[in-house]
């Protein structure tokens, strides 16, 4: 039985994309090992910067121990690479004083330096995950999927004369256009999962809360016709899949069960957004995990928060702002308690990639197919540079990236030379992207 990849199981206000199963690989290309891999391309930006002392490695090349920060990673290590030395010089103030908040934030993607102005005369770049999904968006569902834990607004003055646009968007679909970003898992989920129709995904959802019902209970009599049609490897692929689709449903209604209680209260937060910021982290990451694995986008954006946030951290124990203590001034109570929260970013990634390992895929897992890049556009939060960034790359890329090393670049390498060498491995050969010089070596 030969499957078509873009197959949906469909039912009342439901579309749900299927994972990667051998019905759908030409006969004899598994055993030739020439299966088309499909590789995706995500970008993790976290905010305030990184405590580099305890982020960097201490000797180039082969990863051995890893510093506190990242060392949440140690069983991953053979699958992830830091960058040290990559800049994004246009991130600087360059003339316009303060805002490096901001601009960090509009440049980490863009490589371009950012119009100050609190207006709507916003300017800036293309993002790179916008030019990859301007190319290879038409292949799935979705060309690019965005996502984050923290609300921002698109107008206003954020951050010293800057557009509260930029300290929130990392996606640029044109120097004008930033890509909002959405927090609700439960709106990601039925984005990912509804078939488009509004009235019929409204009434889909009204039935669900009323009978308790899952979504996959709209698609069951399409997956039943699919399963009797499917070899035992394929039919057990299918039921991790709509297991896992199952189980994070229910960690949703879990969570705004308790929204709804705590509503009564006084809560502020929107049913489905967990109120433990760590559950909504790997929530959202588990948002991704299924996009990918439906191949419903093969790009992805994610914000852990906006830069310049003050949020506290209590689950890692700082209840002070993120913000306050990245202005450390060099003391030790402040600079404690920023490496606790970098750390507890690194466990939430870490977690994420774990998810996206244990997926099997041909030829290896989904991170073996993946490239994810991870890290903030500031170094060192208290003096707001932008050179010597904290810059973490996971996954294989389909078997053509040498992971397992700490490679250490000029000072003031262009980041974006990082993402010409990415997009070319999806096929998108790109000559310039913002402040780019070339190709980033030693990595690919």
Known sequence: MNLDRRTFLRGVGAAVGLPLLESMIPTGALAKGSVAKPVRMAFLFVPNGASMDHWTPATEGALGDLPYCLEPLKDLRS???????????????????????ARSTACWLTGVHARKTAGADIHNGVSADQVAAQHIGSLTAFPSLE?????????????????????????????????????????????????????EQAQSIRRRDLLRQSILDFVMEDASKLRGRLGTHDQRKLDEYMTSIREIEQRLVHFESKRAAQALAGAKEPAGIPSSYG????????????????????????????????????????????????????????????????????????????????IEEPGGTMLDNTMLVYGAGISDGNRH????????????????????????????????????????????????????????????
């Not at 699958?79 to 908040?101: E, M």
Request: proline share 5%.
């Open 79 to 101: 699958s992830i690479s830091v960058l040290t030395g990559l800049a994004q010089h246009n991130a600087f103030a360059l003339g316009d004083g303060p805002g490096d908040h």
């Open 385 to 444: 540079n932008h050179d010597d960034l904290p810059i973490l790359l996971a996954g294989r890329g389909g078997g053509s990236i040498k992971s397992g090393q700490h490679l250490v670049y000029s000072p003031n390498t262009p980041m974006n030379n990082l993402f010409l060498s990415m997009l070319d491995r999806v096929g998108v050969p790109t000559e310039m992207l913002g402040d780019s010089t070339g190709k980033l070596t030693h990595l690919f």
């Open 147 to 199: 996502i984050g834990a923290e609300r921002g607004g698109q107008s206003g003055d954020c951050d010293s004369g800057y557009s509260c646009a930029y300290s929130s968007s990392i996606a640029w679909r044109g120097p004008t256009t930033p890509v909002a970003k959405e927090v609700n898992p439960r709106l990601v989920f039925e984005r990912l999962f509804g078939n488009g129709d509004a009235t």
């Open 279 to 358: 559950e909504h982290l790997r929530l959202m990451g588990d948002m991704m995990v299924l996009a990918f694995h439906a191949d419903l986008t093969r790009v992805c954006t994610y914000m852990f928060a906006n830069d310049g946030s003050n949020r506290s951290y209590p689950e890692a124990g700082v209840p002070e702002g993120h913000h306050d203590m990245s202005h450390h001034g060099t003391d030790p109570h402040k600079l404690e308690q920023k490496r606790k929260i970098d750390r507890f970013h690194v466990e939430q990634l870490a977690y994420i990639l774990k998810r996206m390992q244990s």
